[in-house]
């Protein structure tokens, strides 16, 4: 199984800044992906990251305020642009291996905008 | 569109056997998935299964998939403190566009009694 590491594993920002999440994965993996899970909430899909262009956004969200890189088969950043409090959310980062069909999750980033 | 659907919460005793189901819609799903997340963690794959199955055994955990009847159960044998946590399910497809996209249930609160 992969290992996967966000950080940071939470933070508190001011309304109007960014932020940057960074996914980091042990093994070389075919497909990474964000999910958000707000308050209380199930997971939702924000986008796939894809590997050298640009990432595939789910409806609801787009890539102005969710800006997302993948310079390679490891690493991947989520930006969250321009925050409100409805961006407090945890935002996790998954990644599915080259031989398997399983998804495994990073522990999670866990925001919270003021 | 996909939709997954989980009863919200569930309360055994220590020692009992827990029975969380899941409904699903999307009779082209390919895999099946049970998470775990604990309070302030991530999410934790505990195990799969592939549609063309209709049962899988690991350990305290059984799997048991209706496919006709879009219908998904994870029994956990011997329930202790420590299973106290949101089991999530999780569908997704091995191919197309929508390749290795999850949908999530809203999740099942299992909490287990001394």
Known sequence: SAVISQKPSRDICQRGTSLTIQCQVDSQVTMMFWYRQQPGQSLTLIATANQGSEATYESGFVIDKFPISRPNLTFSTLTVSNMSPEDSSIYLCSAEGVSTDTQYFGPGTRLTVL | ?114
């Open chain 2, 1 to 114: 569109g996909e939709d997954v659907e989980q009863s919200l919460f569930l309360s055994v005793r220590e020692g009992d056997s827990s029975v969380i189901n899941c409904t699903y819609t999307d009779s082209s799903s390919t895999y099946l998935y049970w998470y775990k997340q604990e309070p302030g963690a991530g999410l934790q794959l505990l195990t799969y299964i592939f549609s063309n199955m209709d049962m899988k055994q690991d350990q305290r955990l059984t799997v048991l998939l209706n496919k006709k009847d879009k219908h998904l159960s994870l029994r956990i044998a011997d329930t202790q403190t420590g299973d106290s946590a949101i089991y999530f399910c999780a569908e997704s497809h091995a191919g197309g566009t929508s390749y290795g996209k999850l949908t999530f249930g809203q999740g099942t609160i299992l909490t287990v009694h001394p």
